[in-house]
């Protein structure tokens, strides 16, 4: 199974902006998508933005505008920009690999990377 790994994250004054990176251990250019996803404490695993192997993305309206997902199959990576960075977006940021167009256990998560987002 693919390994995942997130970085990127860290501290942020209200208004600013981070890139979030996720590096695949292989390709995935043949992945169905890749996605972004976050927890904030006490609350449930959210869809953030995805782009799927044809290169469609959804976003979730929280984020519509601000966030841009992006991705390098030279590299096995994608990218999530995110600007206008309000305290709300605080979360254990997810990066999600779907092989196939529904979830199956053959999907892949990294371990998280931390968005703290505070003056």
């Known amino acids: 199974q693919v390994q995942l790994v997130e970085s990127g994250g860290g501290l942020v004054q209200p208004g600013g902006s981070l890139r979030l990176s996720c590096a695949a251990s292989?390709?995935?250019?043949?992945?169905?998508?890749m996605g972004w996803y976050r927890q904030a404490p006490g609350k449930q695993r959210e869809m953030i933005a995805t782009?799927?192997?044809?290169?469609?993305?959804n976003y979730a309206d929280s984020v519509k505008g601000r966030f841009t997902i992006s991705r390098d199959y030279a590299k096995n990576t994608v990218y999530l920009q995110m600007n206008s960075l309000q305290p709300e977006d605080t979360a254990v940021y997810y990066c999600?690999?779907?092989?196939?167009?529904?979830?199956?256990?053959?999907?892949?998560w990294g371990s998280g990377t931390q968005v703290t987002v505070s003056s």
């Open positions: 292989r390709s995935i250019s043949s992945i169905y998508s």
């Open positions: 999600n690999e779907r092989v196939y167009n529904v979830p199956t256990p053959a999907d892949s």
């Open positions: 782009i799927t192997r044809s290169g469609i993305r």
